[in-house]
């Protein structure tokens, strides 16, 4: 019997996973945190809820952070 992998093209989650994911880290949860801990307040907390969501390693929480802060940023 032959397999056959099929991959999807990058960019495909995009509707499926990355958008929700944005709407509520930043749209709901960095908003909320910064109209209580000012911007810089939000941005930093959210980023680290976001890195503790992305959490298999202590070395994946501290990069997924950064990222946080990147994205949170924009």
């Given at each position: 019997?032959?397999?056959?992998?099929?991959?999807?093209?990058?960019?495909?989650?995009?509707?499926?996973?990355?958008?929700?994911?944005?709407?509520?880290?930043?749209?709901?949860?960095?908003?909320?945190?910064?109209t209580?801990?000012?911007?810089?307040?939000?941005?930093?907390?959210?980023?680290?809820?976001?890195?503790?969501?992305?959490?298999?390693?202590?070395?994946?929480?501290?990069?997924?952070?950064?990222?946080?802060?990147?994205?949170?940023?924009?």
């Amino acid at each position: 019997s032959c397999s056959v992998r099929r991959t999807a093209p990058p960019g495909a989650d995009l509707p499926h996973d990355r958008v929700p994911e944005e709407l509520l880290f930043r749209g709901l949860l960095q908003r909320g945190l910064a109209t209580r801990l000012g911007a810089r307040g939000g941005l930093a907390a959210g980023a680290v809820v976001f890195g503790l969501a992305h959490a298999p390693s202590p070395v994946y929480v501290a990069l997924a952070t950064l990222a946080g802060v990147a994205y949170g940023w924009v």
